[in-house]
T-cell receptor
Framework: GAVVSQHPSRVICKSGTSVKIECRSL??????MFWYRQFPKQSLMLMATSNEGSKATYEQGVEKDKFLINHASLTLSTLTVTSAHPEDSSFYIC????????????FGPGTRLTVT | GDSVTQMEGPVTLSEEAFLTINCTYTATGYPSLFWYVQYPGEGLQLLLK?????DKGSNKGFEATYRKETTSFHLEKGSVQVSDSAVYFCALRADSWGKFQFGAGTQVVVTP
């Protein structure tokens, strides 16, 4: 149990286009989902926290107009990178916090975004 | 603010060697502490955790003890295998809302 999936696992897009990444909790409902960004050989940096049905809370320095987060249901959150540029290339990882358990958090496998 | 410091890698070991990865933290209150493992090209997998002082987390031969007096949560394994080659992240979670603070990660390379 407690599986989180991400789609796509890898995506290549051209500079200036937008790309959407999905994060799904497959066997549980998630009140809260988190989006992280990981640069090569570096740690994870929290980008934003999203709660179902409300606006996401962005960490300092993260452009909310560039990284659009939608958490429309208890099992799905999406991250849209708008007008992507090569510097947005990164590994994006989501995690989900179950509605019932409260404090546990489960990570998705990540999405590798490459902007050319 | 809260922070996690872990030893830099890469750590290169021979199979069956003893592994220690040091992790210390700074936090107000009483955080929960975690070790996550990331295999190449994959996301994070929870390896073990401890939620209060003196707790010992263990899994797959790995152990770590929550030491409040030294603010540490060092990861150990007595005999590593090639399949243990990965990046290991120490992390803390200071509140129930679930925001993690990760260390920089330590790459471990185990050679046959």
């Amino acid at each position: 149990g407690a599986v989180v999936s991400q789609h796509p696992s890898r995506v290549i897009c051209k500079s200036g286009t937008s790309v959407k990444i999905e994060c799904r909790s497959l066997d549980f409902q998630a009140t809260t989902m988190f989006w992280y960004r990981q640069f090569p050989k570096q740690s994870l940096m929290l980008m934003a926290t999203s709660n179902e049905g409300s606006k996401a809370t962005y960490e300092q320095g993260v452009e909310k107009d560039k990284f659009l987060i939608n958490h429309a249901s208890l099992t799905l959150s999406t991250l849209t990178v708008t007008s992507a540029h090569p510097e947005d290339s990164s590994f994006y990882i989501c995690s989900a916090r179950p509605l019932v358990e409260g404090y546990e958090q489960y990570f998705g496998p990540g999405t590798r975004l490459t902007v050319t | 603010g809260d922070s996690v410091t872990q030893m830099e890698g890469p750590v290169t070991l021979s199979e069956e060697a003893f592994l220690t990865i040091n992790c210390t933290y700074t936090a107000t209150g009483y955080p929960s502490l975690f070790w996550y493992v990331q295999y190449p090209g994959e996301g994070l997998q929870l390896l073990l955790k401890a939620t209060k002082a003196d707790d010992k987390g263990s899994n797959k031969g790995f152990e770590a003890t929550y030491r409040k007096e030294t603010t540490s949560f060092h990861l150990e394994k007595g005999s590593v295998q090639v399949s243990d080659s990965a990046v290991y992240f120490c992390a803390l979670r200071a509140d129930s809302w679930g925001k993690f603070q990760f260390g920089a990660g330590t790459q471990v390379v185990v050679t046959p």
